[in-house]
């Protein structure tokens, strides 16, 4: 397997995935068209505009990136594609979709094959066990929240640390995956905007600048360092 | 019916419900004991822990709290009772219980007969059409989103605005919303803490000090000042 799954597209002051720039080329080494899955739609906006907005971003890396709406058959499109990106926006609705499509298996299998796989945010957030521990809202009703289960641990990307001068009484992200144990034992990383695990065979490796949150279940929730290998989390 | 739908408990450097003391004297006027739906579980804690925090300040207005999990009928529970709280936590783990116990029927059959119901953050949330805008982590699949429907469209609890400095590129309140119209047409009100809905008979009234956001499809939003009369969101 080789994987890079991003906590966010964008950080803050930069341009869509310009942080990740070398470790795309990297990733995608050899490869000339992208399957894109747009189904997360950031904003609502439709699967060809949120394709057009990336294409540039790839372009500049020699990729062409192709959505898997402009296809006739998503299931084929997938089995036949060299490299697969799958983008942020709404975990539900792009959980929704895969199921709708049948596109579990499909991707599963790519990428336990090796098809080189990037996700960002919603995207990296499927490759979990489940999608219990998005941020997002619940603006659809996927038939599960199973997801494709690549890394034994669910993620929780745009993680944020509680805001200690904050009036507001929503709960920080800590406490709402302190809940999320009362119901599950699977650990989750906190992913912090500008880190990405990376996975190469069955290596899994915090990277990017910043340390990672880890929330174990009965465990008090404590920090990773970057290149820190998960593996461990089982 | 009578129902107070609050934005949240408790407002900052408050007590929990003391803003809300005179309301809740007349919503419970004649009423001794009112019946607690703890199932939200904020924070994971148990049934008779939420319970047990909460008695305190309805004895202080003289009323007597029991949490239906110590009735061995909870169905029987909401039939008989002469007042109704559901409090704040996660609005999943809420509706989730509320199907595994088939409380839904005789929950709106005790609304809609005008047994009082005060409701706070997801115990509002769950008398809208669905829980799709709530912002809670989604820590368990309830068998639908659909919810109580006492008023016709849906509640954002917790509303906050843009922070215009923000550096974190997760999506704010606004732009999960404006997705959300993207598959739904229901309005959704975006209720700020210390804001609450005062429902009289057919009256559907904003309270508190502060304005609110509505949304509706396929415009722009906008703000409503308190004592708005919401009856012509349909």
Redesign the interface.
């Known amino acids: 397997m080789k994987l890079i799954l991003a906590s966010?597209s964008?950080?803050?002051?930069g341009k869509s995935l310009s942080y990740l720039q070398a470790e795309l080329t990297e990733l995608y080494k050899n490869v000339t068209e992208v399957l894109f899955i747009p189904y997360a739609?950031?904003?609502?906006i439709s699967h060809q505009e949120y394709t057009n907005n990336l294409k540039p971003v790839f372009a500049e890396i020699g990729i062409n990136l192709k959505g898997i709406h402009e296809f006739e058959n998503p299931i084929e499109a997938i089995e036949k594609s060299s490299g697969i990106f799958t983008g942020g926006?709404?975990t539900?609705?792009l959980l929704y979709q895969l199921y709708k499509n049948e596109l579990i298996l499909p991707l599963q299998k790519a990428i336990k094959n090796g098809t080189p796989y990037l996700g960002t945010s919603a995207g990296s957030n499927i490759c979990g066990l489940t999608?219990?521990?998005?941020?997002?809202?619940?603006?659809?009703?996927p038939p599960?929240?199973k997801a494709l289960s690549i890394v034994p641990f669910n993620l929780n990307p745009?993680y944020?640390d509680p805001e200690p001068n904050s009036?507001?009484?929503?709960?920080t992200r800590e406490?709402?995956?302190?809940?999320?144990?009362?119901?599950?034992t699977q650990p989750v990383i906190g992913l912090r905007?500008g880190s990405w695990l990376e996975i190469n065979s069955d290596d899994c490796m915090l990277k990017g600048s910043l340390s990672a949150r880890v929330f174990e279940s009965n465990k008090a929730p404590y920090e990773i360092d970057t290149n820190t290998n998960l593996n461990y989390l089982k």
Chains 1, 2 share one sequence.
Do not use: C, L, Q, W
Not at 167 to 171: F, P, Q, S, V
């Open positions: 966010t964008t950080i803050y002051g739609r950031p904003g609502g926006g709404n539900f609705v999608i219990n521990t998005t941020n997002d809202m619940p603006i659809v009703y599960s929240f745009h944020i009036k507001h009484m929503g709960e406490t709402r995956i302190k809940e999320f144990h009362a119901y599950h905007e």
